[in-house]
């Protein structure tokens, strides 16, 4: 499981995410793949695309996942 560091911002949004993590090339893909119910937070279906991910949550896309960290 990766790591992703909040660096002092209270969140991230989850379509930043998936693009941050290089997972999704673009915003707007990483909107689709939400969108489309592909997405988990914490083992649960996320569909919300600008849904806050806080420090702890646990975030699983295509066979990835990542844990948000402060």
């Known amino acids: ?3 992703f560091y909040l660096d002092g911002h209270p969140y991230v ?3 930043d995410l ?3 993590q290089g997972w999704c090339e673009s915003g707007a893909a990483a909107k689709a793949v939400i ?3 592909l997405v988990q937070v914490d083992s649960q279906l ?3 695309k600008r849904c ?3 420090a ?3 975030v699983a896309f295509n066979g990835e ?6």
């Open 1 to 3: 499981m990766e790591i």
């Open 13 to 15: 949004e989850l379509c």
């Open 18 to 20: 998936l693009k941050f």
């Open 35 to 37: 969108a489309e119910g």
């Open 46 to 48: 996320e569909t919300r």
């Open 52 to 54: 806050k991910i806080t």
């Open 56 to 58: 702890g949550k646990v």
């Open 65 to 70: 996942s990542v844990r948000v960290e402060e």
